[in-house]
């Protein structure tokens, strides 16, 4: 750019004047604009004129250039230089440039050889010779995917991962591209074993964590199985493993895709629990190291006082809880292959407590418990013998003793093991009477029989009862402490007022019940009462009415239910007895007289037939009594709902439900009709009507019903009938001959008879006039003879059945 000329001297300053445009430079990346990308400028002969600007968010730098010059720029994106074109920059422009560094998404999958995808591990990218870092990374997904925007370009990416770098193949990316990581995996198991002395056993449930070979932790752990195993599924990188068992840490060597084992080596402590010299069985052992950490291992002591450990070889330190205190074995050294005998001893001695209630008087059947001087419950306790004795065994150390007695508590001192082994402890008694008695107007009678509960004042149930004698007195032998009794009578409670070794009554307050059981105004004798608290429970109690349909009973002053049963019906009341006076209660039955009327059909009475009387579910009620030449009968009945049945002619038969008092009358119909029995004799066509022969009425199954009739010479007879299956027998001749069942129609008995011809001789001759008599087979004379004609014959027209004759 040049300048006017200029003479000097005399001229001391010129201007040169550039004109400028703006130049506006745009990079693309995959069709995108892309920010952060260093534009640098250049001439057209290629030399950097040391200016550059970074894109902003929109991908576009600014340069102020001279119009008419030519430029070209260049953009540095991720490893590589993108230029542009040489351009001219233009007056008044327009001065707007591309750089289109093309590319795309390069989509980077990692996965295991099976393709599993590996989710979660970090992937890097770098240029294409792998040896500058590009300054991206991402993290695969679900899916093992991570994807980087990029420029056009060659590339090449790494994946971190389980200890160790793995590299893609380098790819050529222009547009949307994807690029596959696959690492190949194997599942090693990993075995971890206790050796004791050749005694192998698998370590379940124990931590296994994997390592780089250089011990790097991979943040993996696995927990073995029952078998002690544990599997990892890993490249084929070289690894080791620690197991951690019992506060301790073993590792494995390192390996590269091969199966190892994790030996512990193992010895036995066998520890045994003293206590005065003699082993102590069912102690609680527990195992600490020698650190005093607990190792969450403890057993029980056997008989022999003993609990073996297995355990890897090192020191430890061994606890037994006894008597409420802790006696250790101290720091122990357990050597593999081998038994390690370990002893923990408490010391100790026998200690004796006797407890009396008086002088020379043990009490017997008392729970002692026991305690540090603290108060700390050991958790054992004795129940005092017959000697009022309990022995404890116990470790050194300072104790007391709790005896629970009556609902109170009562201390020992304390006292030290072992320079006390013996104490005495009194607890005083005093035998206590409680009387009960019932006391109606000051008439008082002691109550035998009743239960007494003994309670201490807060209402604890101490479980002891006495029942009262016959003075209605129950006796208990107390220390010197507050108590209460309850007596339980007729399923009520009765309390007495707090005491401490002074006599007690229990007064219960009475009435009487005087209770009339009627129908209406009429008492009702012998009826059952039955007595029932207020909640409906029977009290056992029951009497019945005198003649003037009373009964009474003494009670205790409350509400009670009364209950009269009279006719399969129960009647019920409840009443208030007050004390001190008669309470009369009133049960009435209610009722009337019925008056029930059975008949054929109006004005024509059935009479002197039985009627009973049943409730409506079908329950007999005992009552009955015969209808009078009205057909009427009359029961006094109380409120409740009957059936009446009418035993009548082989059946009976039932009236509606009928209930009283709002009914008082009924009549039931039997409807009646004649039915004609016609009994005939069949020899030879027409039947001929057989004259006085005796026909008997029956029931359907065979039952006489008393009835019988005599056929006059139309062979007839008439019977008046309800609806209702009959049948007849016609005796004739010896012989009886049944009818069909029938009900409402009229039956025929046809008697088939045939012509008996007897032909009576002589030497060979006939005999004529000779008489023949009819018998039956059983020699019965039937009332019929024969004299024989001039030939010596005589016939007889019979029903066919057997027969005999006599000349």
Known sequence: FWSDVITLPGIYSTTVEIEEETATIRVIQGGTTKEGVKVYLFNAAGSYLGIFVTTNENGEVFFDLPSGKDFKFRADNLGSRYWSQTVTIVADGPNDFDIDTCGGTLTVTVEKADTTPIQDINVYLFKGDGTAYLGLSGRTDENGEAGFAVSSGNYIVRADYMGYQFWSAVITVTTD?????????????????????????????????????????????????????AVFNVPEKSY???????????????????????????????VTMIHMGLSVEGINVYVFNASGSYLGIHDITDQDGQATFRLPAGDYNFRGDFQGRRFWSGNS???????????????????????????????????????????????????????GEVVFNLADGNYKIRVDHMGYQFWTEVFTVPDNLFMEHTIDHQDITITVEGDYNSNIELRTGVKVYLFTPAGSYLGQYRITDSQGDATFNLPAQDYKVRADYMIRQYWSND????????????????????????????????????????????????????????????????????????????????????????????????????????????????????????????????????????????????????????????????????????????????????????????????????????????SYLGKSMTTDAQGEVVFNLPEQSYKVRADYLGYQFWSNPFTWSDTTVTIDHGMAVLHITQGGSDVAGASVYLFTPSGSYLGKSKTTDAGGVAEFLVPAQEYKFRV
């Open 177 to 229: 591209d994807a690029l596959l990581v696959s690492i190949g995996h194997q599942d090693i198991t990993i075995s971890v074993v206790g050796n004791h002395n050749g005694s192998v056993e698998e370590k379940a449930g124990l931590n296994v964590y994997l390592f780089t070979e250089s011990g790097a932790y991979l943040g993996v752990y696995h927990l073995t199985d029952a078998q002690g195993e």
């Open 240 to 270: 080791k493993v620690r197991a951690d068992y019992l506060s301790r840490q073993y590792w494995s060597e390192a390996f590269v895709w091969s199966d190892k084992t994790i030996t512990i080596e193992e010895g036995s402590a066998l």
């Open 333 to 387: 050294t357990v050597i593999s292959h081998v038994e390690n005998p370990v002893t923990i001893s408490a010391g100790g001695g026998t200690f004796t407590l006797s407890v009396l209630k008086g002088v020379s008087d043990p009490l017997e059947g008392a729970n002692c418990y026991l305690f540090t001087d603290a108060g700390s419950y050991l958790g054992s306790h004795e129940v005092t013998s017959n000697e």
């Open 499 to 702: 005491f401490n070794w002074t006599d007690e009554n229990v007064t219960v307050n009475e009435g009487m019940a005087e209770v009339y059981v009627a129908m209406g105004t009429s008492p009702i004798e012998n009826v059952p009462v039955y007595v029932f608290n207020d909640l409906g429970s029977y009290l056992g109690i029951n009497a019945r009415t005198d003649e003037n349909g009373i009964v009474s009973f003494r009670l205790p002053e409350g509400t009670y239910k009364f209950r009269a049963d009279h006719l399969s019906n129960q009647y019920w009341t409840t009443e208030p007895v007050a004390a001190h006076e008669i309470n009369v209660i009133n049960i009435d039955t209610g009722g009337g007289t019925f008056t029930f009327t059975a008949e054929q059909a109006a004005s024509l009475p059935l009479v002197d037939v039985p009627v009973y009387v049943f409730t409506s579910g079908g329950t007999y009620l005992g009552l009955t009594a015969h209808t009078d030449a009205d057909g009427r009968t009359n029961f006094d009945l109380t409120d409740g709902d009957y059936r009446f049945r009418v035993d009548y002619l082989g059946h009976q038969f039932w009236s509606g439900v009928s209930t009283v008092p709002t009914t008082l009358a009924d009549v039931l119909t039997i409807a009646h009709r004649d039915v004609t029995i016609f009994v005939e004799r069949l020899y030879q066509t027409p039947a001929e009507a057989l004259e006085g022969v005796k026909v008997y009425l029956f029931t359907e199954s065979g």
